[in-house]
């Protein structure tokens, strides 16, 4: 089954713990990317993929670091989480950039 | 820059009427890219349509609608004969191929939260 997977799906941790949220796709999709979604502001992209060893920001990166050391995976590593990080996160993935983006089932962090 | 206005934040009607939610767009790109999704409760996102800006012809798909207009920059979403299955969270985004931005970001609206009575 086509899909994009998050783990974990919940996390309640506390400021300053490092984490990593992972996300991987068997669709062998070239563009990975992820969201934060907080109310009243929809979807913000906080960093996105076009392959392996290739990433760039998207609108909210601070804070944030990812990798892409192989195609299919795609982590979101808060180095030093605060607060104002706790948010719904989405990772998702495309052929290409421009193309729909299949949306992994989130994670839901708390950073107390 | 890239922006995405859902200017409907929540909308309530009762079942079987017809309901548009709106959505306006800017962009400097001349190719790009717009998308619906769909947030039922449950939380998963739900790809509806996909439309890039060479093809204006609106597009039916049962009781889904969608009229892209290049001239006023808009791309609304009509659900006629509404149902309490389509109370959601839908979301207007956009993706430029990049010339301008040179990236590939891909931006949401803030959503419109849809309402719909038994």
């Known amino acids: 089954e086509a899909q994009v997977t998050q783990n974990p799906r919940y996390l309640i941790t506390v400021t300053g713990k490092k984490l990593t949220v992972t996300c991987s796709q068997n669709?062998?999709?070239?563009?990975m990317s992820w969201y934060r979604q907080d109310p009243g502001l929809g979807l913000r992209q906080i960093y996105y993929s076009m392959n392996v060893e290739a990433t760039d920001k998207g609108d909210v990166p601070e804070g944030y670091k990812v990798s892409r050391k192989e195609k299919r995976n795609f982590p979101l590593i808060l180095e030093s989480p605060s607060p104002n990080q706790t948010s719904l996160y989405f990772c998702a993935s495309s052929i290409y950039p421009t193309d729909t983006q299949y949306f992994g089932p989130g994670t839901r962090l708390t950073v107390l | 820059a890239q922006k995405v206005t859902q200017a409907q934040t929540e909308i309530s009607v009762v079942e079987k009427e017809d309901v548009t939610l709106d959505c306006v767009y800017e962009t400097r790109d001349t190719t790009y890219y717009l998308f619906w999704y769909k947030q039922p409760p449950s939380g998963e996102l739900v790809f509806l349509i996909r439309r890039n800006s060479f093809d204006e012809q609106n597009e039916i798909s049962g009781r889904y609608s969608w009229n892209f207009q290049k001239s006023t920059s808009s791309f609304n979403f009509t659900i006629t004969a509404s149902q309490v299955v389509d109370s959601a969270v839908y979301f207007c985004a956009l993706s430029e191929a990049g010339a301008n931005t040179g990236g590939f970001k891909t931006i949401f609206g803030a959503g419109t939260r849809l309402f719909v009575k038994a």
């Open positions: 669709m062998n999709h070239e563009y």
